[in-house]
């Protein structure tokens, strides 16, 4: 019912703010005989700050049609290589007609970047796509918005989400050889129980992991996200939390965590933050400052475009994940995509690379929340276990923007380029004291 009544609302707001993003045109431009108003600055910013407000943001585009590649642009094509019911692969497929630089393009390693669903669109993670395209052949998991697919297309588990990465995983492996992973974020756990279920059936696994501000231990230094997912019942999450979609979507009838929810969650963790850009978003439109207000255009075109979650892995991780800690505690069955239940066992990884990043002021994943999969993957020699707490970064600034850029990814690509060349075949090694990663703290 609540879903239903928001969406009635957003349609009884459509031409009201529809009406407000043309006040602001008028009011702004010089010919028209308001826009002569000594007040016309004023009452233009007004109406955008209006229309912004209250408009319907809708997915973003990742946008990116070049990359710089040793000095050479190259161009960017995207595309959908696998489409699954929840989620796409999507690549960024690059070309140039310089031999030497094509040459260069077939010897990078591939990276699989695993985007997180838990309520943004994979496009928040631009920055990190546009970074690394100059040094690896990448491909992204691009999550579908639930409210979007129909109930014929079945439910979505948490187990799911598990094969859909071995999926693309080996899809990568068999056209490539190798792979990489990148995970940011909520998929860190999954992604790690997909590896560790390839690895303890003698799959091959990545070369590599790089894990970026996720909940792999959620019991360590608990955030106020942890500790809401934590105090509060998997009963009450499914009565407070879960709605079914209106029948105006294709996904009619299916239940999600709506988005509209989880923008109002974060949202009230920083209100006081979030009313203070709007009103500097106000004074640089009166100031006429162009670069502030696309910076700010930017940043909320991306923040505040949602989209809904099902119900059956929401609550799977909230359990899982934030509440019995199947993890860490090693009691985390999966089914495969056969039927097939195996236990998870982070500790039969040998073969791949970990590397941990956390921020430190990262109000989503505490500190010692990413770094503690180095204690459950005793099989992984040591010399392939690598911790960077990045000083002065909150969750976002560890995969976009300037800290991420000058001292994240440096250290991702040196880190995967080190593990990319062939090794031995080692043995799991579930008898060997706790691995201790080198740790690394950057200004």
């Known amino acids: 019912m609540l879903y239903q009544l928001y969406e009635t609302q957003r349609s009884l707001m459509e031409p009201f703010s529809d009406l407000a993003h043309s006040a602001a045109k008028v009011f702004d431009n010089p010919l028209s005989p308001?826009?002569?108003?000594?007040?016309?600055?004023?009452?233009?910013?007004?109406?955008?700050?209006?229309?912004?407000?209250?408009?319907?943001y809708v997915k973003p585009e990742f946008g990116l049609r070049t990359v710089d590649v040793q000095g050479v642009e190259v161009a960017i094509h995207e595309r959908v290589e696998i489409d699954k019911p929840f989620c796409e692969l999507r690549r960024f497929k690059r070309f140039s007609d310089d031999a030497a630089t094509l040459n260069t393009l077939k010897s990078q390693p591939v990276v699989l970047i695993v985007a997180p669903l838990s309520g943004h669109y994979a496009t928040l993670l631009r920055d990190t796509v546009k970074s690394m395209l100059g040094d690896h052949k990448v491909y992204i998991?691009?999550?579908?918005?639930?409210?979007?697919?129909?109930?014929?297309?079945?439910?979505?588990?948490?187990?799911?989400?598990?094969?859909?990465v071995q999926e693309f995983i080996r899809h990568l492996q068999s056209k490539y050889g190798v792979c990489h992973v990148v995970s940011v974020c909520q998929p860190t756990v999954p992604v790690l129980a997909a590896v560790s279920l390839m690895a303890s059936r003698g799959e091959q696994t990545p070369r590599s992991m790089v894990m970026m501000g996720?909940?792999?231990?959620?019991?360590?230094?608990?955030?106020?996200?942890?500790?809401?997912?934590?105090?509060?019942?998997?009963?009450?999450?499914?009565?407070?939390?879960?709605?079914?979609?209106?029948?105006?979507?294709p996904g009619a009838g299916r239940r999600v965590y709506p988005g509209f929810l989880q923008h109002s969650g974060f949202v009230a963790m920083n209100p006081s933050n979030h009313a203070k850009s709007h009103y500097d978003y106000f004074m640089d439109l009166i100031k006429g400052d162009d670069n502030s207000t696309d910076a700010h255009r930017k940043f909320y075109d991306e923040y505040n475009a949602v989209l809904d979650m099902d119900a059956d892995y929401y609550l799977d991780t909230i359990k899982v994940v934030f509440q019995d800690f199947s993890l860490v505690n090693g009691t985390w069955d999966v089914k495969s995509a056969d039927g097939k239940t195996e236990r998870v066992r982070p500790q039969d990884i040998s073969n791949t690379a970990l590397f941990s990043i956390e921020g430190e002021l990262d109000d989503i994943s505490g500190s010692g929340q990413t770094e503690a999969v180095h204690?459950?993957?005793?099989?992984?020699?040591?010399?392939?276990?690598?911790?960077?707490?990045?000083?002065?970064?909150?969750?976002?600034?560890?995969?976009?923007?300037?800290?991420?850029?000058?001292?994240?990814?440096?250290?991702?690509?040196?880190?995967i380029a080190d593990h990319h060349q062939p090794r031995a075949s080692r043995k799991p090694a579930a008898s060997k004291g706790k691995a201790t990663p080198k740790r690394m703290k950057r200004a």
């Open 214 to 249: 996720g909940p792999i231990d959620a019991r360590r230094s608990p955030t106020s996200v942890n500790s809401l997912a934590m105090n509060k019942s998997h009963e009450w999450f499914e009565h407070n939390v879960i709605y079914r979609v209106p029948s105006n979507f």
């Open 141 to 164: 998991t691009d999550w579908k918005n639930a409210r979007l697919i129909p109930m014929a297309a079945g439910e979505f588990r948490l187990d799911d989400y598990v094969n859909y």
């Open 375 to 415: 204690a459950i993957c005793p099989g992984v020699p040591a010399a392939m276990h690598k911790h960077l707490e990045v000083r002065g970064a909150g969750h976002f600034g560890i995969f976009s923007g300037r800290r991420w850029r000058e001292v994240v990814y440096p250290q991702v690509h040196a880190f």
């Open 34 to 56: 308001l826009g002569q108003s000594p007040f016309a600055q004023r009452m233009s910013a007004g109406y955008d700050l209006m229309y912004r407000l209250s408009k319907d």
